[in-house]
């Protein structure tokens, strides 16, 4: 009688154990369509699964499979970061991986990367990472960034760099134009990565920043004026016009690559160009 009470009992356990996870997972599901503005049947259509079944899913009624939980992350479109959190949640394990730049295995990136901002020379280049702290930079971009960075308190983030008072700010003669796209971009970074707490936390600290809360209201969405931000700097060499704009690395399966971003700042007039290619000679 005791062995048979202590089975059931493990038994109860483990199948509540199961429960907690599923349930984890259907109301993460849930949360990730509803960003996405999508209703059950919505969803459902373009998985090419049946309501019923999506339903069960939300509920916990039904425990997924990983090719499931990959299937519907993939159709919402969610970062490979939060899909690792669905399959986490799901109880499986993570699928996409991280690493570190510096690590052997990623020797081949690091030098297409820096085969990227050289190509880029003489204008400046940069690579950030989802934290918006500055991973590699081509020459040109060292430099200017040396001559404008401020505060070396302030480290190699390009966000805290571009909206504190003793970063570059001062040096922005339209920085409230700069930096409310900016502030904007990293808000909707925030929004479609809601369990990444680095992020969440970087945009609470900027926000605290002297006159970043008097920065005006953006829409929801980006618009045409996002394409190339222009960025006026006084420098040593003399007041410099750029437009910036922002590629994506992403590769679909690698969760280091998705998250890196190339930076570049164009010369907008000839001045500006002459300034930049009289730092390389």
């Known amino acids: 009688m005791v062995a048979m009470t202590s089975r059931v009992m493990a038994e109860c356990r483990t199948a509540g154990s199961v429960a907690a996870v599923t349930t984890n997972f259907g109301s993460s599901l849930r949360e990730w369509r509803r960003r996405r503005h999508l209703s059950q049947l919505d969803l459902a259509v373009e998985a090419d699964v049946s309501q019923r079944h999506l339903s069960f899913l939300e509920t916990g009624k039904s425990k997924p499979s990983r090719e499931m939980v990959v299937h519907l992350a993939v159709t919402l479109d969610m970062p490979l970061r939060e899909r690792n959190r669905l399959l986490v949640a799901a109880g499986f394990a993570p699928s996409y991986p991280e690493r570190r730049l510096d690590e052997p295995a990623m020797d081949q990136v690091r030098r297409v990367l820096e085969a990227l901002l050289a190509a880029h020379q003489p204008f400046p280049a940069f690579v950030v990472d989802r934290r918006w702290d500055l991973v590699l930079a081509n020459e040109v971009g060292s430099v200017l960034t040396g001559m404008?960075?401020?505060?070396?308190?302030?480290?190699?983030?390009?966000?805290?760099?571009?909206?504190?008072?003793?970063?570059?700010?001062?040096?922005?003669?339209?920085?409230?134009?700069?930096?409310?796209?900016?502030?904007?971009?990293?808000?909707?970074?925030?929004?479609?990565?809601?369990?990444?707490?680095?992020?969440?936390?970087?945009?609470?600290?900027?926000?605290?920043?002297?006159?970043?809360?008097?920065?005006?209201?953006?829409?929801?969405?980006?618009?045409?004026?996002?394409?190339?931000?222009p960025v006026d700097l006084r420098t040593p060499l003399g007041d410099l016009s750029f437009f910036t704009t922002i590629t994506t690395i992403g590769a679909p399966f690698d969760l280091t690559l998705e998250e890196l971003r190339l930076e570049t700042l164009l010369p907008a007039n000839p001045e500006t160009e002459a300034a930049l290619r009289s730092i390389v000679g």
């Open 148 to 229: 404008v960075a401020g505060d070396p308190a302030l480290g190699g983030n390009l966000m805290r760099l571009s909206l504190h008072p003793d970063g570059i700010r001062p040096m922005v003669t339209n920085w409230e134009a700069a930096a409310t796209v900016l502030l904007h971009r990293l808000e909707r970074e925030v929004a479609d990565r809601p369990s990444d707490d680095v992020l969440a936390l970087l945009l609470a600290e900027v926000r605290g920043y002297p006159g970043v809360d008097r920065l005006p209201d953006r829409p929801s969405l980006p618009d045409g004026s996002e394409l190339l931000v």
